[in-house]
């Protein structure tokens, strides 16, 4: 996209100027670069929905940070193990694509810790069981690749990029939950009904990860008008549940829907309703493990203030000893 150099002084009429051009650039599918004018309101839009997606991934490590030690097998470990740092760098990308829409990542840590900003509600759910992990590959990261293959597309460059490379990494993560919990589910019937269990409690809040209904979601109207979003929450949900009830058919397993069937005239599964009073009580704080998370969040910034401080005195040291030869 060719730079659009904003003026020193923006009189009103030059703003309505730039936003129409901005929104005809949007319509050519034109891309919107970090150093292209962009409206005050679609820079705040893009920190909101990129610094929580961020925080998804660097809170969503814990639920399977907490079987590392676990794991049933040296292989099983080894590949959970890079699965979390992949999550560590996923965050590390968005972050820095955050970053440059002008704010800062001390900035939007401060809003995650003090409870400020959101993340995604599944990571507020306890991992009580190995299956539980197994389920997280397949469905939370199922759900999560839906979602993010839609927004390779996205209108801000930083953030389309970013996702291209995170959905090669969820197919990964995907995959090994679902080896998991095929072992499971074929294994031994304690290993099946463990399976059982865990999709049980992890059905419903993977549905949630979509958002609201669209006659719900507030903020989905202008992310449509920016292309921030290509397809609404209850599509991609609709396109999650297609997509994994033929899964859970192959492993033998059972969605906890007594409304769930196929639908041949739409050629879609209708399902239940979604306990949205739970979603909103998980999003605003009160789910069985957001005050866990965000306390384990915090704790690790401040045990890793001394590598943040010595990483920034190497680099000064490095810079002084550069000026000086
Ligand atoms: N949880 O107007 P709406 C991963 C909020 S991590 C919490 O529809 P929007 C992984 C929403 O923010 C990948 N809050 O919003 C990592 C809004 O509040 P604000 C996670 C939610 O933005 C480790 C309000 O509800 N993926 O893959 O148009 C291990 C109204 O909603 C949720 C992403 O972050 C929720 N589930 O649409 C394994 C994807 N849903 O901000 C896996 C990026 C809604 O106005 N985000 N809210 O105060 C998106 O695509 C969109 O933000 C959403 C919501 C579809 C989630």
């Keep these: 996209m060719a730079e659009v150099e904003k003026p020193e002084l923006v009189t009103a ?30 820079r705040k839009f893009m920190i ?11 809170v969503g490590m814990l639920p399977e940070g907490n079987w590392i030690t676990r794991a049933p097998t040296l292989r099983r470990k080894a590949a959970l193990l890079a699965k979390i740092q992949d ?12 970053e440059t829409l002008g704010t800062s990542r001390d900035q939007m840590l401060e809003d ?3 409870g400020k900003a959101k993340y995604s509600s599944i990571f507020n759910y306890p991992t009580l069981t190995w299956a539980d992990i197994g389920t997280i590959g397949w469905l939370v990261d199922g759900a999560a690749i839906v979602n993010q293959v839609a927004l390779c597309r996205t209108s801000y460059g930083p953030y389309a990029r970013a996702m291209v490379r995170i959905c090669k990494e969820e197919s990964f993560h995907q ?16 290993q099946k009904a463990m399976a059982q269990d865990a999709l049980n409690r992890w059905w419903w809040p993977a549905l949630m990860m979509f958002g609201p209904h669209d006659a719900d979601s507030p903020n989905s109207e202008i992310a449509f008008k920016w292309k921030v979003k290509r397809q609404s929450n ?27 069937k196929w639908n041949g005239e739409t050629g879609q599964y209708d399902f239940g309703a979604i306990d949205w009073e739970e979603f ?24 890793g203030a001394w590598v943040r401080e010595a990483a ?4 000064g040291k490095k810079r002084a000893a550069k000026s000086a030869a």
């Design 234 to 260: 209850d599509d991609l949900r609709q396109r999650f549940v297609d997509m994994t009830i033929p899964q859970a058919d192959y492993l033998g397993l059972t969605v906890p829907d007594p409304d769930l």
């Design 87 to 98: 999550e560590a760098g996923h965050a590390a990308y968005l972050y820095s694509a955050a």
């Design 280 to 303: 909103w009580r998980v999003v605003k704080g009160d789910g069985l493990c957001n005050r866990d998370r965000l306390d384990a969040r915090r704790s690790a910034h401040e045990e």
């Design 13 to 42: 009429t030059d703003e309505a100027a730039l936003e129409a051009t901005f929104q005809a650039r949007l319509d050519t599918e034109t891309r919107v670069e970090p150093r292209d004018w962009m409206p005050e309101k679609y």
């Design 175 to 190: 995959r090994q939950g679902f080896e998991i919990i095929t072992t499971l589910a074929h294994g031994a019937p304690e």
């Design 48 to 58: 909101r929905q990129i610094s929580q997606h961020a925080h998804s991934e660097y």
């Design 112 to 114: 995650l810790h003090s």
């Design 312 to 315: 920034l005195a190497h680099a």
